[in-house]
């Protein structure tokens, strides 16, 4: 029941979230750093499934945002393929990257897992480096044309953010679906004791594989919206620290629900726009947030609001 | 049914650690409707066994055979999909879900709804859906549990979490049911009431084989027993022949005396 009016208020909330801007000069701005918001969402609910839900960490997963990104961009720059036919060839190869890690990268656990999505993750990030002939010169990828709908080209912030929107909304409808499911039930009883998980008839490798591949597609989604949506990608983008980043984004906003993975992507992605005075230290302060939520409050952002809801009902109920 | 047929097979099987043999060559069979104990003293193999018959481990030479069919060598998740549930010494119970999803878990082979039909909540997920809920609520409500389905299951004392153990258990349909060591940590009035309740599954046509440790729960309620002592197979029958064998008698005073 609850998931269903959060994905509601969700999705509605962020329909209208433009029209507070609209009368500000800067409004542009604004709905440029929502719309960031919003991509980074579309990867972190997908994320939050994978650590949140199925208990398996990823620190790989900028490199299915640049895959799809990278994916995209090239078929759109080389093929002249339309961005509508681009993206979706950009995720289905992204999909079986994944696949193809997954299945030996998966069965991998704690510490260990999180190696060696790390490693998968730098690999990509070397080759999207190195493959300058492909990926084009040190500067990076140029010239990606944009989305057009209904001939016209979606160029502006608000018409950006309108097809963000249209993703994140079928992202969260789908991840909703299966957080409400039997395989989504069977997902956090892997996270729960696989073992047990497995003497109960549940396929464990398989479900980890599929989510995980699911999560990648979210990935790949936001990548290639993201190259439409710039024009030009470089490499740079894609590293670790964004990996770091997302992951962060998940953790601080508490892993026991999607809504605490999108809570946490809001707020560790509007604090730098309102905290410039960090710019350089911006890691470090990501850094200091994360120990300190960790110590505070470890089912994040999301795990306090809850607390404290429990403690007020607690003190009406007295 | 009852054509003499075992419903489940042991032959022969074997199983090392390092060295030590867990598991020696042991053989036996479980026949349909019957409550099988295995007992034995501490490092005698029984959970081995155990972990041999659901998969968890690979057998080193020997064959599982349920119904007829060759099981040892299957993943976990395979067995128990034919019908092979069990529970475990230390519950495993999933501490952050509550009773009730707990349970519905068990009942995770009744479905068939796959990872794409749930995304895209194919029609059927929804009835699959309440069947699995209608099922897993029966159960709570035959071990006594229907009123605490809503709390974590992590938070139930330990008695609680083994009857929580058992429902989810029995949500899967199961055809033979492992328990091992199910009166371990409870005192002595729930090891009564879990004796009465074991007896109530075998009445639904549950087969169950259990694994016991100081043979007190045993006694009462199983058909047959087979005892184990270092891995081997010592002695076969009925509880009385079993209470009264010398080599039974010897493995377990001998444990003991040291």
Known sequence: MRDKQLLLAVIIGSALAPLATLPAESGGYYVRVM???LLYCIITSGLSLLMGYAGQISLGHAAFFGLGAYGSGLLAVKLSLSPWLAMPIAVLGTALVAAAVGVPVLKLKGHYLAMATLGFGEIIYVFLKELNWLTGDPAGLIGIPPFKLFGRELISSISQYYLTWAFLSAVLLISVSLIRSRIGRALRAIHGDELAAGALGVDVSRLKLQVFVLSAVYGAVAGSLYAHFEGFIGYSTFGLMLSIKLVTMVVIGGMSSIWGALLGTAVLTALPQFLTVFKEFEMAVYGAILIGTMIFSPKGIAGALARRRGVERGKAAA | MKGGKPLLEIRNVKKSFGGIRAVDGVSFEVNPGRIKAIIGPNGAGKTTLFNLISGLYPLDSGEIRFKGRRISGLKPHRIASMGIVRTFQN?????????????MVGAHRLGKSGF???????PGTVREERRIREIA?????FVGLADQADLPAGELPLGRQRLVELARALA???ELLLLDEPAAGLNIKETEELGELIVRIRERG????????????????????????EGRKIAEGTPEEIRSNPLV???YLGEEGL
């Open chain 1, 35 to 37: 719309n960031v918001i």
């Open chain 2, 91 to 103: 519950v495993r119970l999933f501490p952050e879900m509550t009773v009730l999803e707990n349970v």
């Open chain 2, 116 to 122: 794409l039909a749930s995304i895209f909540k194919l």
């Open chain 2, 137 to 141: 609520m029966e159960m709570l409500e």
């Open chain 2, 172 to 174: 899967a349909r199961p």
């Open chain 2, 206 to 229: 549950v087969t169950i084989a259990l694994i016991d440790h100081d043979m007190s729960l045993v006694m009462d309620i199983s058909d047959e027993v087979v005892a184990l002592n």
């Open chain 2, 249 to 251: 008698i010897k493995a």
